[in-house]
């Protein structure tokens, strides 16, 4: 069962992030690319995730990169808020 748990947190993220960024190229608000980027980190360690506990369980271990993939999206999100608010 959590294959397809992970696999569906995985394409929320990517919808997510595919939402964001595309209202963002309609509408030029700073703060919804911020969020879709932060998205985007998130996909990335979530298909890291798909990768690290399905496809290679045992021959590889991603945690290293699962984590700092983790700690880019929420810096990311915090760096955008900070410069749109000078």
Do not use: K
């Amino acid at each position: 069962m959590s294959p397809y748990i992970y696999g569906l947190c995985a394409l929320t993220a990517i919808l997510c992030a595919w939402l964001l960024l595309r209202t963002y190229l309609q509408n030029r608000v700073p703060l919804l690319f911020w969020s879709g980027l932060c998205f985007v980190f998130l996909s990335a360690n979530n298909l890291l995730v798909v990768l690290d506990r399905v496809v290679f369980p045992t021959q590889i271990d991603l945690g290293f990169w699962r984590m700092v993939l983790a700690l880019l999206a929420p810096v990311v999100l915090l760096f955008g808020l900070i410069w749109e608010h000078e």
